[in-house]
């Protein structure tokens, strides 16, 4: 009997080890516009990712209305003017990535990440850089990158133009666990 249960529990043990599947429901990601009259910053902390190792697919979604503000009213209008959250409530992104990750083994990993990017009910291809760390057991993703509002069909009102940025810098962070 002892031995039965040391074969499963060696069992269990290796699956988890070689498991090729990473998830994680709260991950980062935020955002950025600095010009000369304001800068703006947000943050999400709620992004859900699913990195799968083995076919290099990634998968990201957040709800829109989770992105905080340090000004309630920069909240109110990102939501209610630009983004239109009650009408475009995520954001999403399925893609993949190039480049070789050993799960295996520790250590941080160039990638570059392709795929289609959904927001304010607008998908466009994105190509960026970024690096999966593999430390502990999990996987690590960053990435950082520019979109353009008006990309995205997002109208920035002429009143306001000069206190958003054309370009807005973008960065996403995410722990994955084998799942």
């Given at each position: 009997?002892k ?9 269990i043990?290796t699956c988890?080890?070689y498991?090729q599947t990473?998830i ?7 955002f950025?516009?600095?010009t000369?009259l ?8 709620q ?9 290099k697919?990634?998968?990201f979604?957040c ?6 503000f ?5 909240q109110?209008h990102?939501?209610?003017n630009?983004?239109?959250s009650?009408k475009?409530?995520?954001a999403?992104?399925?893609g ?5 990750i050993?799960?295996?083994k520790?250590?941080?990993y ?7 990017l ?10 960026v850089?970024?690096?999966i760390?593999?430390k ?5 993703g ?5 979109l353009t ?6 109208k ?5 133009s000069?206190k958003?940025?054309k370009?807005?810098?973008v ?7 084998p799942?």
């Amino acid at each position: 009997m002892k031995t039965l249960l040391f074969v499963f529990v060696l069992f269990i043990v290796t699956c988890n080890l070689y498991s090729q599947t990473f998830i994680t429901r709260n991950g980062c990601a935020g955002f950025f516009s600095k010009t000369p009259l304001e800068d703006i910053k947000a943050e999400n902390r709620q992004v859900y990712a699913v990195i799968d190792a083995a076919k290099k697919n990634l998968a990201f979604t957040c709800l829109v209305k989770g992105f905080l503000f340090p000004k309630q009213l920069m909240q109110e209008h990102f939501n209610e003017n630009y983004v239109e959250s009650d009408k475009f409530p995520k954001a999403t992104f399925l893609g993949n990535y190039t480049g070789d990750i050993d799960v295996s083994k520790d250590g941080k990993y160039p990638v570059q990440i392709k795929g289609q990017l959904t927001l304010h009910g607008v998908t466009k291809a994105i190509d960026v850089p970024g690096t999966i760390e593999v430390k502990d057991n999990k996987l690590i993703g960053a990435s950082e990158f520019k979109l353009t509002p008006g990309d995205f069909n997002i109208k920035i009102p002429g009143l306001v133009s000069e206190k958003i940025a054309k370009q807005i810098d973008v960065r996403v962070l995410v722990e994955c666990y084998p799942k």
